[in-house]
Nanobody, 122 residues
Framework: QVQLVESGGGFVQPGGSLRLSCAAS????????MGWYRQAPGKERELVAT???????NYADSVKGRFTISRDNVKNTVYLQMNSLKPDDTAVYYC????????????????WGQGTQVTVSS
């Protein structure tokens, strides 16, 4: 009943830019926070950036100054603008929605997208 659909991944050269989008669909009243995580082959999944419903942001040190996260609360959509991309940014990027409150429910749940590939290479 809740689905996260990601888009915007692709292949870019070092120094290039990409913009990722993730829309949450379903009968959703509100979402506490949305964010992006990434996982490279042989490594653990790590946090990239998060943003709350009141636009409080948090970034991994490795992406500060290069990436910008934003969201549209009406559309339940989160974006990640990635600039000055490096080969180390290559990974599968996963959208996350935390504390999702559905209609007619007092419970909140966390959902994950299927992931979108970002490859940075010459």
């Amino acid at each position: 009943q809740v689905q996260l659909v990601e888009s915007g991944g692709g292949f870019v050269q070092p120094g290039g830019s990409l913009r990722l989008s993730c829309a949450a669909s379903g009968i959703i009243l509100d979402i506490n926070a949305m964010g992006w995580y990434r996982q490279a082959p042989g490594k653990e999944r790590e946090l990239v950036a998060t943003i709350t419903s009141r636009s409080t942001t948090n970034y991994a040190d490795s992406v500060k100054g290069r990436f910008t996260i934003s969201r549209d609360n009406v559309k339940n959509t989160v974006y990640l603008q990635m600039n000055s991309l490096k080969p180390d940014d290559t990974a599968v990027y996963y959208c996350n929605a935390a504390g999702v409150r559905l209609a007619n429910s007092v419970l909140r749940r966390t959902y994950w997208g299927q992931g979108t590939q970002v490859t940075v290479s010459s």
